[in-house]
């Protein structure tokens, strides 16, 4: 069964579902444009004087710290997938999110006052989740270290569609209907975003590519 993977990190994530028994394509629906390295480099001197630094994705992680040496503060990530992509470079994370901006918000409410706080984020982040810490938060700096585009992808035929991210269902839309395959979101804010033109047919049980495969393997399974 043909899965389409929306991401632009389709060999980081292709193994899981070959391993489930599908067959991955690349059929990108975003394009991710770095902020310059002169703004990067603003961002990473800013989190090595943080308190308490908020990351957004894994890929905020990749971009300013690529070869896994994050500083000794402590990270409030957005969920599982970032924090594991923080420890892996050598973060130290103590907030785990459960999914979006406004949900690590909630989750860092009481430990950010009087705590001087860097928040790196992508141009497409949540502007009233932000807006709130702006409130909770007075020593802020948010720094945006990427932007993401959403691109219009191939016509090949797929049994089922992976989606990541709300830009990436926006992306899709640009040029093919939701209509006919499988739709499958990795979390709870990707979700929504689809169901405003479909419901998903499956949402990941916990926010990464190798649940998702395995919960996509076994629904195809049982629809063959």
Do not use: N
Not at 76 to 87: Q, S, W
């Amino acid at each position: 069964m043909t899965v389409a993977l929306t991401t632009d990190r389709f060999d980081q994530v292709a193994h899981w579902f070959t391993a489930a028994g599908l067959e991955p394509l690349h059929l990108p629906c975003i394009r991710v444009d770095p902020a310059s390295e002169e703004t990067l480099q603003r961002a990473r001197d800013a989190a090595s004087s943080a308190d308490l630094l908020l990351l957004t994705s894994p890929r905020t992680v990749g971009l300013l710290w690529p070869l896994g040496d994050m500083p000794d503060v402590e990270v409030g990530a957005v969920g599982r997938a970032t924090a594991a992509a923080a420890t892996e470079a050598g973060g130290r994370v103590g907030i785990t999110g459960r999914s979006g901006l406004a949900r690590l918000i909630d989750e860092a409410a009481d430990r950010v006052s009087g705590k001087r706080v860097v928040l790196a984020h992508a141009a497409s982040a949540d502007s009233s989740a932000m807006a709130r810490l702006e409130g909770l938060a007075p020593d802020l700096e948010e720094h945006c270290v990427y932007r993401v585009t959403p691109v219009g992808p191939a016509d090949t035929p797929v049994d089922a569609v992976v989606f990541a991210s709300p830009s990436a269902v926006e992306g899709w839309l640009l040029s093919r209907s939701l209509d006919g395959p499988l739709l499958a979101a990795i979390g709870e804010t990707t979700a929504a975003a689809l169901g405003r033109y479909r419901a998903p047919d499956v949402t990941a049980p916990s926010p990464s590519y190798q649940a998702l495969a395995q919960t996509l393997a076994s629904i195809l399974e049982v629809r063959v």
